[in-house]
């Protein structure tokens, strides 16, 4: 069911020309210009909770939204230890190529 939503709410957010980068499991990736990112954002979180809506016959799922300005990375908790241990194994890597 989460797949059939994100797929709706790909096609939503096309046809209201929102410029998806990428989709990350349940989320979706855009890119805009700085200066109207709180609007894109908030017409993106609109169209995930129609595709939710549609698929689920009414029923609207929450959206959990996340702004990443430049210079900013994704962070996310549970990804930590994952991240420090592909971290550690760059290191090791460019050690040994040095």
């Given at each position: 069911t989460a797949a059939e939503?994100?797929?709706v709410a790909c096609i939503l957010a096309e046809r209201?020309?929102?410029p998806v980068v990428a989709t990350v499991h349940d989320a979706m990736m855009i890119e805009v210009d700085i200066d109207c990112v709180e609007q894109v954002d908030a017409e993106?979180?609109?169209a995930m909770r129609d595709a939710s809506s549609?698929?689920?016959r009414g029923y609207?799922?929450?959206t959990d939204r996340?702004?990443?300005r430049p210079g900013?990375?994704?962070h996310d908790d549970g990804g930590a230890e994952m991240w420090g241990t592909v971290e550690r194994l760059l290191a090791r890597l460019g050690a040994q190529s040095a």
């Open positions: 939503i994100l797929h209201r020309d929102i993106l979180s609109r549609l698929v689920l609207e799922l929450p996340q702004i990443i900013e990375h994704f």
